[in-house]
């Protein structure tokens, strides 16, 4: 299923937890699913994917009265519940969370999914090949600037921005294209404040930022109107900086 709204990226986020061995321990089993390196970005992916639980009952609310969603609401508690272990998921193992997601909770969530389809609530995505790009991109840039000759502060501020950068793109299955173009608009912001118009540090950070709008601009996937957006931003990056 293609992450194209909220519903299916909840729905990807859940297959993975029904295709864990029961037995296996829940921060393991966890820690792949997120991506997370230790227990610390296990519960930064379990505040994002109760984020992303947040946005998938306001997205299906908002959706017409025939479309009755209450009815599509009904299993969420389920989903809820399933959640609430994840602050303390030292001791359990990943039966304990997947034993909430039966298949009524999963044809629910599916059926969310067509309803908000069917109701032209699409996001912009980017695809598992597409994000990893992306990544090693952000990490050139990373590089880039620790080897520059950019003053400590200016290089402290881009390096901490681009990882949140690269954070959003580990993480874009569950905070969607959304959390991507936040965290790229956090530094691009904080990189044109901490440069001065017309100087060599400008036009060297508006480099960098250009060729990192132009690599999201080519893998973002959608509406035509609504990815053209990160091209358009590309281009007044590069206005900003000279380049």
């Known amino acids: 299923m293609a992450t194209e709204n909220s519903a299916s990226r909840l729905m990807a986020v859940l297959e993975q937890v029904r295709a864990m061995r029961p037995s296996r321990q829940g921060i393991d089993g966890w820690m792949e699913i997120f991506g997370a390196s230790d227990r610390i970005d296990v519960l930064r992916g379990a505040a994002e994917l109760a984020d992303l639980v947040d946005q998938f009952e306001a997205d299906v609310r908002a959706l017409p009265e025939d479309e009755d969603p209450e009815h599509l609401l009904a299993f969420l508690p389920k989903i809820r519940n399933m959640i609430g272990p994840l602050f303390h998921v030292s001791n359990t193992n990943m039966q304990h969370f997947s034993q ?17 389809r069917r109701n032209g609530r699409v996001e912009l995505s980017i695809s598992p090949g597409s994000a990893k790009q992306l990544v090693d991109e952000v990490r050139a840039v990373i590089e880039g600037v620790i080897e520059s000759d950019l003053p400590d502060a200016l290089k402290d501020l881009m390096v901490d921005r681009l990882r949140d950068v690269e954070r959003a793109l580990l993480t874009v299955r569950i905070g969607g294209y959304a959390s991507v173009e936040k965290a790229m608009d956090a530094l691009t912001f904080g990189a044109v404040r901490a440069t001065k118009a017309g100087t060599e540090e400008r036009e060297k950070v508006g480099g960098w930022l250009s060729r990192l709008w132009g690599k999201l601009s080519e893998h973002a996937q959608g509406a035509e109107a609504i990815a053209a957006t990160a091209a358009s931003t590309a281009e007044v990056v590069k206005a900003i900086s000279g380049g």
């Open 100 to 116: 909430h997601l039966t298949e009524e909770v999963m044809y629910s969530v599916a059926g969310c999914s067509r309803a908000l």
